[in-house]
C-alpha cells in the first residue's frame, strides 16, 4: 500500500481526489486533510498567509498517523505567491515537520512538465492578473517557457468550486495557443478529474490540472509510477507500474 497525504486549504473540489485513487487502483490511497482557509480570497497577501507554516503544520500529525509515505501541499497559489526560493523553504519545513519527502502543486506543475518533455506552457488560470502573473514567473524560474496567460479574475475558490465541465473547457480553450506544448490549469479549487480525457481530446496536447499533478507529485515522492489513461497523458509514461 502507497499512501499519500495531502493538505489542502479549505473545501472547494476535493472531491476530485476520491476520484483520481479510485482511477489509481487499489493498493493507492489518497488521504486529505484539510487546513485552515483564513478569508478565502485571490489576494496575495491572503495567500501567502494561507500557506504560513503555522497553518500547514497543524494537519501534519494527522497524516503521520495515517501512515502517509509522502505529503504534499496541495495548494499552488498558496505555495507560488511566495515566489521560487520562498516556496521551496515552505516545502523544507513541511518537510521537517512531517519527518517525511514533501513538495507542493506548483513544483508539481514543473516536475510534471518536465516529465512530459515539454518546455512551452499555456496557463488557463482562475486568479485575478496579479496572482496569475506570479504563477508564470514561478514556472520560469523553473525552467518553462510561458507562452501565454489567460485569467477569469475569479475572486473566491468557493466560486471556482461551482465550475462544471463547460466553464473548465472554455478556459483551457481560451488558454490554448498553438506553440504551447502542454496547457496549464493551475487552480486546486477547480474539479478536472472528471474532465482530463475530454480537455486533452479538444485541444490535442496534454493538460495539466492542479489535483492531478497533485496526486502525481505524491506517487513521484514515494517512487511510485501508475498507468491510468484516464488521468491523462502524464499517467501513461513508462516505465508503468500497473495498479
Request: glycine share 10%; hydrophobic share 50%.
Amino acid at each position: 500500500m502507497t499512501a499519500l497525504g495531502l493538505l489542502y486549504p479549505g473545501h472547494s473540489a476535493e472531491d476530485d481526489y476520491p476520484r483520481i485513487e479510485q482511477l489509481l487502483g487499489s493498493d493507492i490511497r489518497v488521504d486529505v486533510v484539510h487546513t485552515d482557509v483564513g478569508e478565502d480570497a485571490h489576494g496575495v497577501d491572503t495567500l501567502r498567509a494561507m500557506g504560513s507554516a503555522d497553518r500547514l503544520a497543524a494537519g501534519v500529525a494527522e497524516l503521520r498517523l495515517a501512515g502517509a509515505d509522502a505529503v504534499v501541499w496541495a495548494c499552488t497559489s498558496g505555495s507560488f505567491v511566495h515566489g521560487w526560493e520562498g516556496a521551496q523553504q515552505q516545502v523544507r519545513a513541511l518537510a521537517q515537520a512531517a519527518g517525511l519527502p514533501a513538495s507542493a502543486t506548483p513544483f508539481a506543475f514543473v516536475h510534471a512538465a518536465r516529465e512530459l518533455g515539454v518546455r512551452r506552457v499555456a496557463v488557463g488560470a482562475t486568479y485575478p492578473d496579479d496572482v496569475a502573473r506570479l504563477f508564470a514567473e514561478f514556472l520560469r524560474a523553473g525552467g518553462l517557457e510561458v507562452t501565454g496567460v489567460r485569467t477569469s479574475g475569479t475572486a473566491t475558490a468557493a466560486e471556482v468550486a461551482t465550475w462544471g465541465e463547460a466553464e473548465v473547457l472554455a478556459l483551457a480553450h481560451t488558454a490554448d495557443a498553438g506553440e504551447a506544448e502542454a496547457v496549464l490549469l493551475p487552480d486546486t479549487a477547480l474539479h478536472t478529474a472528471a474532465h482530463l480525457p475530454l480537455l486533452e481530446k479538444a485541444l490535442s496536447k496534454p493538460v495539466l490540472t492542479a489535483n492531478q499533478v497533485t496526486v502525481w507529485e505524491g506517487l513521484r515522492l514515494a517512487d511510485r509510477r501508475v498507468n491510468a489513461p484516464a488521468l491523462g497523458t502524464l499517467f501513461t509514461r513508462e516505465p508503468l507500474v500497473q495498479a
